[in-house]
Structure formats: C-alpha cells, structure tokens
Nanobody, 125 residues
C-alpha cells in the first residue's frame, strides 16, 4: 500500500512559476512509475506527466511540453512538478499517482494503482 500526499499548490499570476510536490509513504517508492494528472473545473481529469523508476524516462502531455518538468528524488520518496510560464488554463487540482508496473509511458488513469488527494493550483490572468 502506498499513500500519496501532494503539497505546494496555491495562487500564482500568469507567467509565474510554481512547484508542487508529492510525498509517498512506504519503502518501495523507487519501484513505482509516478504520474501527475490534473482536473480543471468542469472538465475531466487529464494526464500531465509521468516519470520512470530512476527518472531516466519522462513523458509529457503536448499541452505542457516545454513549460512543465517532472522529476523525482527517491531518497526523499518525493516526485515534483515544476511549472513555469503558467497560464490561466493550467488552473486545476493536481493529483499524483503511482503505478507498480514497469515504464510504459502511462498516460491513462486506469494504469495507476494509487492516488493522492490533490493540490489546488490557480493561475490568475
């Protein structure tokens, strides 16, 4: 069992930056593929980014490429989402998720086994 807790959300102006974090419980964090999803008001949850066990592989949604970076620190059981050049359309609840499978560019919700409760990010124009 893995518990995920996100933090770091908040209010930021358009063009600004924000880093959200997700801390995982348990001693097997390094064996999980980690992903970030987001859900904007009135919309379905969508894939943002994913990272492999070692961090050597990453995959991004086209809408965030070049602006958002996923990384992980296995020693701290933490995965990060660095968001730069933020836009109002990035406003959403951001969720982290963990998958016990090997790397496969997981982009679908059903591919993940564990989910956090989310952290709110609001980008003002």
């Amino acid at each position: 069992q893995v518990q995920l807790v996100e933090s770091g959300g908040g209010l930021v102006q358009a063009g600004g930056s924000l880093r959200v974090s997700c801390v995982a419980s348990g001693r097997t964090f390094s064996s999980y593929v980690m992903g970030w999803f987001r859900q904007a008001p009135g919309k379905e949850r969508e894939f943002v980014a994913a990272i492999s066990w070692t961090g050597g592989n990453t995959h991004y949604a086209d809408s965030v490429k070049g602006r958002i970076t996923i990384s992980r620190d296995n020693a701290r059981n933490t995965v990060y989402l660095q968001m730069d050049s933020l836009k109002p359309e990035d406003t959403a609840v951001y969720y982290c998720a963990a998958d016990r499978s090997g790397w496969g560019r997981q982009i679908y919700e059903y591919q993940y086994d564990y989910w956090g409760q989310g952290t709110h990010v609001t980008v003002s124009s």
